[in-house]
Nanobody
Framework: EVQLVESGGGLVQAGGSLRLSCAAAGFTFDDYAIGWFRQGPGEEREGVSCIGRSDGSTFYADSVMGRCTISTDNAKNTVYLQMNSLKPEDTAVYYC?????????????????????WGQGTQVTVSS
């Protein structure tokens, strides 16, 4: 059974940090690019970051550039999203997703419909 399970969300004050985790199971992790997306209240889903499994290439949305770092732990089949200097506008449900194949360049990696598997999401709330 394919599973992507996010964790690490929570309530944090503006300026704080969180590290989100995405644990993958049930598919060949190395064959997929992993993306992080978010959807705030009343907003459309947007891509946050993506990492290619074959070469470790990464992309970030302009809104999080310099504040977020995506990384992987191959031994644990887990992708992390370290988020620093959080802002109230970062409040959203964060999802990880897996797309078979190499990482695609912007803006393609941001197109959620390209992804094959999705997690259930983890809530991030940033208070001002």
């Amino acid at each position: 059974e394919v599973q992507l399970v996010e964790s690490g969300g929570g309530l944090v004050q503006a300026g704080g940090s969180l590290r989100l985790s995405c644990a993958a199971a049930g598919f060949t992790f190395d064959d997929y690019a992993i993306g992080w997306f978010r959807q705030g209240p009343g907003e459309e889903r947007e891509g946050v970051s993506c990492i290619g499994r074959s070469d470790g290439s990464t992309f970030y949305a302009d809104s999080v550039m310099g504040r977020c770092t995506i990384s992987t732990d191959n031994a644990k089949n887990t992708v992390y999203l370290q988020m620093n200097s959080l802002k109230p506008e970062d409040t959203a449900v964060y999802y990880c997703a897996a797309e078979k194949g190499p990482i695609l360049p912007p803006p393609l990696w941001e197109e959620g419909e390209r992804y094959d598997y999705w997690g259930q999401g983890t809530q991030v709330t940033v208070s001002s």
